[in-house]
């Protein structure tokens, strides 16, 4: 009862609503639980098309402890299996690789075609017998986890029960149709990523609002200033924060990246950055983008991968060499600058008469709205 009714404060109007209640942010089991109905409900982020670029391309990926496979098949798909063999439970692949004719076991070699399929099963029957009447191949291939890429995300639904990423995304898809079109990772450079001591629901918090900019961030707030942006909230689907004055960055020459193509005139200077629930964070300006998938390690850890995208490749556009290292430069400053307040957060969710807060009704809309989605997919999936 006691869970049930800190979540109705939660779910309850921003004006009079608190926040997640501690534990949610430092209790082992309140985690395991959030991992089964926040993100293994949903649609969860866990890598980049841009990590398997080409065909036969292979990475693991832990996903808050189980074993995933990402691979690139030879039509050029991305499809994410758990990389797990049928067979004995063997680990099909330890570290990023290409694969050129199968995904082998390396116990008993049983192999799998990149789409999954089980293919060879030597000496199955006994030796020098690769079949087995009651081993049927078909039965037997790689467990498929659903999967879609958007905007070179990665993501996946580990439980099979969300409805379809179009579906649940759709009004996302259309607010950001301008920019559906191809995006080219920046290149080395243009690819970090943030060991950070705090729960992951925390990087989102901040990730999606503006009200911290003027004492966390004085560098951009100097131009970009609080009175600048606006909220983004859809109730029990994404928020974020949007700017009217995005600034292109320019080198010594006064040149810019080259636009996306066919963008309307707002945004020209306007960008918006939005938190794809539960754990993605995205954002778009006229000319690049970037995409962070939050890791949860544990309840108290977090490894935000990031990476930058433009609307030319590197190979087209070699001219912009640096001005994409100094543009990654300053968005590292920027997500560096963040760092202390979640981990501090994360810090102050340890004091025990803390009530989860309260929130601005002008300036924490787009906060509570996370929150009250995280509420929901818990008592939904406590229910269930």
């Known amino acids: 009862m006691n869970k049930h009714s800190a979540l109705s404060s939660v779910l309850a109007d921003v004006n009079v609503a608190n926040g997640l209640p501690n534990e949610h942010y430092i209790d ?24 398997v670029p080409e065909e036969g391309d292979a990475k693991p990926v832990d996903f808050l402890g189980m074993p995933l496979l990402i691979v690139r098949d030879k039509d050029g798909e991305v499809g994410v299996f758990q990389n797990t063999c049928r067979h004995r439970g063997m680990i099909l692949v330890e570290t990023p ?34 079949k087995h009447e009651d081993v049927n191949r078909e039965d037997l291939g790689l467990i498929r986890v659903r999967s879609y890429v958007w905007r070179d995300v990665i993501f996946v639904n580990v439980d099979g029960t969300a409805p379809e990423f179009e579906e649940v995304h759709g009004a996302l898809l259309e607010r950001w149709e301008e920019f559906d079109k191809p995006v080219f990772h920046g290149g080395e450079t243009s690819s ?25 961030h004085p560098g951009l707030n100097s131009y970009s200033r609080l009175e600048d942006h606006y909220n983004i909230e859809e109730r029990g689907q994404y928020s974020g924060q949007g700017t009217l004055v995005y600034r292109q960055l320019t080198d010594q020459d006064g040149a810019t990246f080259p636009d996306f193509d066919g ?27 970037f995409a962070i998938v939050l890791e949860p390690v544990d309840q108290e850890n977090t490894v935000e991968h990031i990476e ?50 309260r929130f601005s009704p ?17 008592e939904n999936g406590s229910a269930g």
């Open 97 to 130: 690789r290409k694969i050129g004719g199968a995904i082998r076991c390396p116990y008993h070699s049983w192999c799998y075609s990149l789409k999954g399929e089980l293919r060879a099963t030597p000496h199955v029957g006994g030796p020098g017998q690769n």
């Open 362 to 378: 002008a300036m924490d809309g787009p906060t509570h709205n996370f929150h009250h989605w995280v509420a929901t997919q818990v």
């Open 192 to 216: 970090f990523k943030l060991e950070v001591k705090t729960n992951w629901k925390l990087a989102v918090e901040n990730y999606c609002e503006s009200y911290h900019l003027p004492w966390v």
């Open 263 to 289: 963008l309307s005139e707002k945004w020209n200077e306007g960008a918006e950055y939005i938190a794809v629930y539960p754990n993605v964070l995205l954002g778009v300006q006229r000319d690049h983008a």
């Open 28 to 51: 082992p089991t309140v985690f395991d639980e959030e991992k089964r109905s926040v993100l293994y409900a949903n649609w969860s982020g866990i890598g980049f098309g841009k990590d």
């Open 308 to 357: 930058l995208y433009y609307a030319k490749s590197v190979d087209d556009t070699p001219q912009h060499d640096g001005l994409r290292a100094s543009n990654a430069q300053l968005w590292k400053t920027v997500f560096e600058e963040d760092v202390f307040v979640v981990e501090g957060m994360q810090k102050g969710r340890h004091g025990m008469l803390f009530d989860g807060g």
